[in-house]
Protein backbone atom coordinates (compact mmCIF):
# COMPACT_ATOMS: atom_id res chain seq x y z
CA UNK A 1 0.00 0.00 0.00
CA UNK A 2 2.02 2.84 -1.27
CA UNK A 3 0.39 6.39 -1.35
CA UNK A 4 2.02 9.24 -3.72
CA UNK A 5 2.15 12.87 -3.51
CA UNK A 6 -0.68 13.15 -5.98
CA UNK A 7 -3.00 10.79 -3.15
CA UNK A 8 -2.29 12.59 -0.37
CA UNK A 9 -2.62 15.58 -2.00
CA UNK A 10 -6.25 14.63 -3.01
CA UNK A 11 -6.63 13.32 0.78
CA UNK A 12 -5.54 16.69 2.36
CA UNK A 13 -7.59 18.78 -0.01
CA UNK A 14 -10.54 16.60 1.01
CA UNK A 15 -10.10 16.98 4.76
CA UNK A 16 -9.52 20.80 4.19
CA UNK A 17 -12.76 21.37 2.14
CA UNK A 18 -14.83 19.20 5.05
CA UNK A 19 -13.31 20.91 8.48
CA UNK A 20 -13.02 24.35 9.43
CA UNK A 21 -10.81 25.38 12.33
CA UNK A 22 -13.09 26.21 15.24
CA UNK A 23 -13.22 27.73 18.52
CA UNK A 24 -14.69 26.29 21.70
CA UNK A 25 -17.14 28.86 23.04
CA UNK A 26 -17.04 27.18 26.71
CA UNK A 27 -13.70 28.13 27.19
CA UNK A 28 -12.44 31.64 29.11
CA UNK A 29 -12.16 34.52 26.89
CA UNK A 30 -8.10 34.26 26.82
CA UNK A 31 -8.23 30.40 25.88
CA UNK A 32 -9.84 31.58 23.19
CA UNK A 33 -7.60 33.83 21.96
CA UNK A 34 -5.13 31.38 21.87
CA UNK A 35 -7.30 29.08 20.14
CA UNK A 36 -7.73 31.35 18.08
CA UNK A 37 -3.74 31.82 17.23
CA UNK A 38 -3.58 28.04 17.53
CA UNK A 39 -6.31 27.84 14.06
CA UNK A 40 -4.22 30.99 12.18
CA UNK A 41 -1.20 28.07 12.36
CA UNK A 42 -3.24 24.80 11.88
CA UNK A 43 -5.10 26.45 8.89
CA UNK A 44 -1.50 27.53 6.89
CA UNK A 45 0.10 24.11 7.67
CA UNK A 46 -3.25 22.12 7.01
CA UNK A 47 -3.70 24.37 3.49
CA UNK A 48 -0.17 23.24 2.41
CA UNK A 49 0.28 19.87 4.06
CA UNK A 50 0.47 17.53 0.50
CA UNK A 51 3.85 19.66 0.18
CA UNK A 52 5.91 18.57 2.93
CA UNK A 53 7.87 15.32 2.54
CA UNK A 54 6.50 12.38 3.86
CA UNK A 55 8.53 11.80 7.05
CA UNK A 56 7.27 15.84 8.24
CA UNK A 57 3.66 15.44 7.26
CA UNK A 58 3.53 12.15 9.17
CA UNK A 59 5.66 14.44 12.32
CA UNK A 60 2.14 16.59 11.80
CA UNK A 61 -0.17 14.32 11.47
CA UNK A 62 0.33 11.90 13.98
CA UNK A 63 0.44 14.76 16.71
CA UNK A 64 -2.87 16.28 15.61
CA UNK A 65 -4.16 12.58 15.54
CA UNK A 66 -3.01 11.89 18.89
CA UNK A 67 -4.90 15.46 20.14
CA UNK A 68 -7.94 15.03 18.19
CA UNK A 69 -8.36 11.52 16.87
CA UNK A 70 -10.08 13.65 13.79
CA UNK A 71 -10.44 11.25 10.61
CA UNK A 72 -9.15 14.29 8.86
CA UNK A 73 -5.77 12.68 9.74
CA UNK A 74 -6.42 9.03 8.96
CA UNK A 75 -4.71 9.92 4.83
CA UNK A 76 -1.56 11.19 6.67
CA UNK A 77 -1.17 8.38 9.17
CA UNK A 78 -1.39 5.92 6.84
CA UNK A 79 1.35 7.53 4.66
CA UNK A 80 3.35 7.77 7.90
CA UNK A 81 3.56 4.14 8.47
CA UNK A 82 4.02 3.18 4.36
CA UNK A 83 6.70 5.73 4.58
CA UNK A 84 8.46 4.12 7.50
CA UNK A 85 7.20 0.24 6.06
CA UNK A 86 9.09 1.41 2.82
CA UNK A 87 12.85 2.65 5.30
CA UNK A 88 12.32 -0.71 6.78
CA UNK A 89 12.39 -3.01 3.74
CA UNK A 90 15.30 -1.29 2.40
CA UNK A 91 17.35 -1.51 5.40
CA UNK A 92 16.30 -5.30 5.58
CA UNK A 93 16.84 -5.82 2.06
CA UNK A 94 20.28 -4.22 1.94
CA UNK A 95 21.55 -3.34 4.84
CA UNK A 96 22.20 -5.67 7.34
CA UNK A 97 25.63 -6.99 7.04
CA UNK A 98 28.42 -4.99 9.24
CA UNK A 99 30.29 -4.02 5.84
CA UNK A 100 26.60 -2.58 4.82
CA UNK A 101 25.78 -0.91 7.82
CA UNK A 102 29.38 0.52 8.71
CA UNK A 103 28.70 2.14 4.61
CA UNK A 104 25.31 3.12 5.69
CA UNK A 105 26.92 5.20 8.54
CA UNK A 106 29.97 6.84 7.41
CA UNK A 107 27.41 8.42 4.63
CA UNK A 108 25.16 9.61 7.31
CA UNK A 109 28.25 10.46 9.15
CA UNK A 110 29.87 12.96 6.59
CA UNK A 111 26.64 15.06 6.81
CA UNK A 112 27.80 16.61 9.94
CA UNK A 113 31.62 16.46 8.86
CA UNK A 114 30.27 19.62 6.50
CA UNK A 115 28.50 21.42 9.04
CA UNK A 116 30.69 24.16 10.91
CA UNK A 117 28.02 25.06 13.30
CA UNK A 118 28.35 24.17 17.18
CA UNK A 119 25.81 21.33 16.88
CA UNK A 120 27.06 19.82 13.82
CA UNK A 121 30.46 19.61 14.79
CA UNK A 122 29.88 18.60 18.22
CA UNK A 123 27.95 15.57 16.22
CA UNK A 124 30.56 15.10 14.20
CA UNK A 125 33.13 14.42 16.85
CA UNK A 126 30.78 12.20 19.41
CA UNK A 127 30.16 9.72 16.27
CA UNK A 128 33.10 10.32 14.29
CA UNK A 129 34.42 6.85 15.88
CA UNK A 130 31.09 5.33 16.04
CA UNK A 131 29.60 6.02 13.58
CA UNK A 132 27.20 3.04 13.51
CA UNK A 133 25.08 5.18 16.03
CA UNK A 134 23.57 6.33 13.07
CA UNK A 135 22.51 3.11 11.35
CA UNK A 136 21.35 1.69 15.34
CA UNK A 137 19.78 4.46 17.04
CA UNK A 138 19.20 7.25 15.19
CA UNK A 139 17.15 4.83 12.30
CA UNK A 140 16.44 1.48 13.20
CA UNK A 141 15.71 1.43 16.60
CA UNK A 142 13.53 5.19 16.08
CA UNK A 143 11.82 2.61 12.88
CA UNK A 144 11.52 -0.52 14.83
CA UNK A 145 9.70 1.84 17.86
CA UNK A 146 7.40 3.76 15.50
CA UNK A 147 5.72 0.18 13.85
CA UNK A 148 5.76 -0.69 17.66
CA UNK A 149 3.49 2.17 18.33
CA UNK A 150 1.25 1.42 15.33
CA UNK A 151 0.91 -1.80 16.07
CA UNK A 152 2.88 -3.69 13.63
CA UNK A 153 6.32 -5.20 13.33
CA UNK A 154 8.24 -6.18 9.86
CA UNK A 155 8.88 -9.59 8.61
CA UNK A 156 12.09 -9.29 9.27
CA UNK A 157 11.28 -8.17 12.81
CA UNK A 158 13.40 -11.12 14.68
CA UNK A 159 16.27 -10.36 12.09
CA UNK A 160 16.64 -6.79 12.89
CA UNK A 161 16.41 -7.02 16.41
CA UNK A 162 19.36 -9.70 16.12
CA UNK A 163 20.93 -6.93 14.39
CA UNK A 164 19.87 -4.52 17.40
CA UNK A 165 21.03 -6.36 20.38
CA UNK A 166 24.58 -6.44 18.83
CA UNK A 167 24.75 -2.89 19.38
CA UNK A 168 25.97 -1.79 22.58
CA UNK A 169 23.42 0.99 23.93
CA UNK A 170 24.34 1.71 27.37
CA UNK A 171 28.18 3.43 26.67
CA UNK A 172 26.04 5.59 23.98
CA UNK A 173 23.47 6.67 26.31
CA UNK A 174 25.84 7.46 29.28
CA UNK A 175 28.47 8.85 27.33
CA UNK A 176 28.91 12.90 28.63
CA UNK A 177 30.21 13.59 24.88
CA UNK A 178 27.34 12.05 23.42
CA UNK A 179 24.81 13.97 25.68
CA UNK A 180 26.48 17.55 24.83
CA UNK A 181 25.83 16.44 20.99
CA UNK A 182 22.30 14.39 20.93
CA UNK A 183 20.73 15.30 24.06
CA UNK A 184 17.20 14.43 22.74
CA UNK A 185 17.33 11.83 20.79
CA UNK A 186 19.44 9.63 23.51
CA UNK A 187 16.26 10.49 25.37
CA UNK A 188 13.98 8.97 23.00
CA UNK A 189 16.69 6.06 22.40
CA UNK A 190 16.61 5.01 26.35
CA UNK A 191 12.51 4.84 26.30
CA UNK A 192 12.44 3.75 22.70
CA UNK A 193 14.56 0.29 23.69
CA UNK A 194 12.21 -0.05 27.07
CA UNK A 195 9.07 0.49 24.80
CA UNK A 196 10.28 -2.32 22.32
CA UNK A 197 11.24 -4.35 25.46
CA UNK A 198 14.95 -4.92 24.22
CA UNK A 199 16.24 -3.30 27.67
CA UNK A 200 15.58 -0.65 30.23
CA UNK A 201 18.56 1.97 30.62
CA UNK A 202 16.17 5.20 31.21
CA UNK A 203 17.57 5.80 34.69
CA UNK A 204 20.81 5.06 33.31
CA UNK A 205 20.70 7.51 30.42
CA UNK A 206 18.74 10.27 33.35
CA UNK A 207 21.17 9.89 35.59
CA UNK A 208 24.14 10.76 33.44
CA UNK A 209 21.97 13.35 31.60
CA UNK A 210 22.26 15.10 35.39
CA UNK A 211 25.88 14.54 35.73
CA UNK A 212 26.81 15.84 32.21
CA UNK A 213 24.05 19.43 32.87
CA UNK A 214 24.79 19.95 36.97
CA UNK A 215 22.40 22.91 37.13
CA UNK A 216 24.81 24.82 38.69
CA UNK A 217 27.15 24.76 35.63
CA UNK A 218 24.58 26.15 33.53
CA UNK A 219 26.74 29.89 33.72
CA UNK A 220 29.07 28.25 31.85
CA UNK A 221 26.67 27.17 28.97
CA UNK A 222 27.13 28.22 25.87
CA UNK A 223 23.31 29.29 24.12
CA UNK A 224 23.42 25.88 21.77
CA UNK A 225 24.54 23.71 25.02
CA UNK A 226 21.56 25.13 27.14
CA UNK A 227 19.20 24.30 24.24
CA UNK A 228 20.40 20.94 24.02
CA UNK A 229 20.38 20.45 28.22
CA UNK A 230 16.63 21.93 27.76
CA UNK A 231 15.79 19.43 24.73
CA UNK A 232 16.92 16.52 26.68
CA UNK A 233 14.81 17.05 29.90
CA UNK A 234 11.61 18.17 27.82
CA UNK A 235 12.14 14.71 25.47
CA UNK A 236 12.43 12.94 28.97
CA UNK A 237 8.69 14.31 29.24
CA UNK A 238 7.70 13.72 25.77
CA UNK A 239 8.86 10.24 26.03
CA UNK A 240 7.47 8.99 28.67
CA UNK A 241 4.13 10.36 27.90
CA UNK A 242 4.39 7.99 24.44
CA UNK A 243 5.03 11.17 22.26
CA UNK A 244 1.49 12.65 23.42
CA UNK A 245 -0.36 9.71 23.76
CA UNK A 246 -0.59 9.40 27.80
CA UNK A 247 -0.24 12.02 31.06
CA UNK A 248 2.70 11.46 33.37
CA UNK A 249 3.51 11.77 36.96
CA UNK A 250 4.94 15.45 37.58
CA UNK A 251 6.84 13.80 41.02
CA UNK A 252 8.65 10.80 39.03
CA UNK A 253 10.58 13.87 37.18
CA UNK A 254 10.08 16.25 39.83
CA UNK A 255 13.04 17.87 39.37
CA UNK A 256 12.59 18.83 35.51
CA UNK A 257 9.45 20.75 36.54
CA UNK A 258 11.04 22.32 39.26
CA UNK A 259 14.12 23.66 36.54
CA UNK A 260 11.63 24.78 34.50
CA UNK A 261 9.60 26.64 37.04
CA UNK A 262 12.75 28.37 38.13
CA UNK A 263 14.23 29.26 35.09
CA UNK A 264 11.48 29.83 32.87
CA UNK A 265 11.77 33.60 31.95
CA UNK A 266 15.75 32.63 31.13
CA UNK A 267 14.72 29.79 28.87
CA UNK A 268 11.49 32.31 26.71
CA UNK A 269 14.26 35.14 26.77
CA UNK A 270 17.36 32.91 25.31
CA UNK A 271 15.73 29.78 23.58
CA UNK A 272 13.52 29.20 20.37
CA UNK A 273 9.97 28.74 20.20
CA UNK A 274 10.90 25.12 19.83
CA UNK A 275 12.09 24.68 23.34
CA UNK A 276 9.79 26.84 24.79
CA UNK A 277 6.58 25.44 23.74
CA UNK A 278 8.18 21.99 24.14
CA UNK A 279 8.42 23.51 28.04
CA UNK A 280 5.17 24.10 28.30
CA UNK A 281 3.66 20.93 26.49
CA UNK A 282 5.73 18.69 29.83
CA UNK A 283 3.43 20.65 31.97
CA UNK A 284 0.29 19.77 30.09
CA UNK A 285 1.99 16.67 29.66
CA UNK A 286 1.55 16.10 33.73
CA UNK A 287 -1.92 17.36 34.05
CA UNK A 288 -0.60 20.86 35.32
CA UNK A 289 -2.83 23.02 32.61
CA UNK A 290 -3.27 26.05 35.65
CA UNK A 291 0.80 25.86 36.67
CA UNK A 292 1.79 29.84 35.94
CA UNK A 293 4.58 28.59 33.46
CA UNK A 294 1.90 27.16 30.72
CA UNK A 295 0.57 31.02 30.27
CA UNK A 296 4.11 32.19 29.61
CA UNK A 297 4.86 29.72 27.58
CA UNK A 298 1.72 30.54 25.72
CA UNK A 299 1.80 34.02 25.87
CA UNK A 300 5.50 33.91 24.34
CA UNK A 301 4.64 31.33 21.55
CA UNK A 302 1.63 33.90 21.12
CA UNK A 303 3.48 36.80 20.71
CA UNK A 304 5.96 34.73 18.04
CA UNK A 305 2.82 34.07 15.37
CA UNK A 306 3.35 36.31 12.44
CA UNK A 307 -0.24 37.09 11.17
CA UNK A 308 0.12 37.58 7.57
CA UNK A 309 2.05 34.53 6.87
CA UNK A 310 0.07 32.55 9.54
CA UNK A 311 3.21 30.83 11.40
CA UNK A 312 6.06 31.32 13.17
CA UNK A 313 9.21 32.04 11.74
CA UNK A 314 12.64 30.78 12.52
CA UNK A 315 14.57 32.83 15.30
CA UNK A 316 16.96 33.94 12.57
CA UNK A 317 13.17 35.65 10.87
CA UNK A 318 12.83 32.78 7.83
CA UNK A 319 9.62 31.90 7.02
CA UNK A 320 10.18 28.28 4.99
CA UNK A 321 7.34 26.21 5.40
CA UNK A 322 8.99 22.45 5.67
CA UNK A 323 11.79 23.84 8.01
CA UNK A 324 9.14 25.20 10.77
CA UNK A 325 6.81 22.41 10.51
CA UNK A 326 8.47 21.14 13.93
CA UNK A 327 8.18 24.31 15.80
CA UNK A 328 4.69 25.53 14.59
CA UNK A 329 2.30 22.06 15.26
CA UNK A 330 4.35 21.96 18.70
CA UNK A 331 2.70 26.10 18.72
CA UNK A 332 -0.83 24.41 17.52
CA UNK A 333 -0.90 22.28 20.60
CA UNK A 334 0.61 24.78 23.39
CA UNK A 335 -2.31 26.72 22.22
CA UNK A 336 -4.90 24.71 22.06
CA UNK A 337 -4.30 21.61 24.17
CA UNK A 338 -6.07 18.58 24.15
CA UNK A 339 -6.34 15.40 26.45
CA UNK A 340 -3.50 13.04 25.51
CA UNK A 341 -5.09 10.41 23.67
CA UNK A 342 -3.42 6.43 22.63
CA UNK A 343 -3.07 5.26 19.14
CA UNK A 344 -3.62 5.62 16.43
CA UNK A 345 -3.04 1.65 16.22
CA UNK A 346 -4.50 -1.57 15.20
CA UNK A 347 -5.67 -1.87 18.79
CA UNK A 348 -7.41 1.80 18.83
CA UNK A 349 -8.92 2.08 15.42
CA UNK A 350 -8.68 -1.55 13.72
CA UNK A 351 -10.55 -0.35 10.80
CA UNK A 352 -7.91 2.11 9.89
CA UNK A 353 -5.33 -0.48 9.50
CA UNK A 354 -7.06 -3.10 7.64
CA UNK A 355 -4.94 -3.22 4.93
CA UNK A 356 -1.58 -2.84 6.02
CA UNK A 357 1.80 -1.83 3.80
CA UNK A 358 4.03 -5.09 1.97
CA UNK A 359 6.56 -6.19 4.54
CA UNK A 360 4.57 -5.52 8.04
CA UNK A 361 1.85 -7.46 9.76
CA UNK A 362 0.01 -7.31 12.97
CA UNK A 363 1.93 -7.24 16.22
CA UNK A 364 1.94 -10.79 17.83
CA UNK A 365 0.65 -10.46 21.64
CA UNK A 366 4.20 -11.79 23.10
CA UNK A 367 5.94 -8.80 21.69
Known amino acids: MKMNKAIVAIFVSVFLLTG????????????????????????????????LSAYKQGHFGLRMYRQTQDPRYDAVVL???ANVTSRVNEIAAEVTTPKAIRSYSLQRLNDYKQGKDERSQRRYEATKDQPEYFYMGLDLLRYLARLNEYGVVHKNDKQL?????QYNFEPVLTDPQMITAWAAQLANQAYWLKQIDEKDLVDEFIAAFRKTYPDSEDYRLSNQQFGNKLYGMTHIILADSGYYQRLVDEKEHQWIFDYFR?????????TKEDIVAEVGLCFLLAGLDDDPVVA??????????????????SVSGDFD????????????????????????????VPQLFSTLPYGVKMKPTSI
Open 262 to 270: KNIDDIILH
Open 296 to 313: KTRKSIQEAIDQDKGMIP
Open 20 to 51: ASIINLDTSPTQQQFQASANVVKDTYESQLFT
Open 321 to 348: FAYGEHRNVLAIMLLDWQTPKEGPSTVT
Open 79 to 81: NDL
Open 161 to 165: RRILK
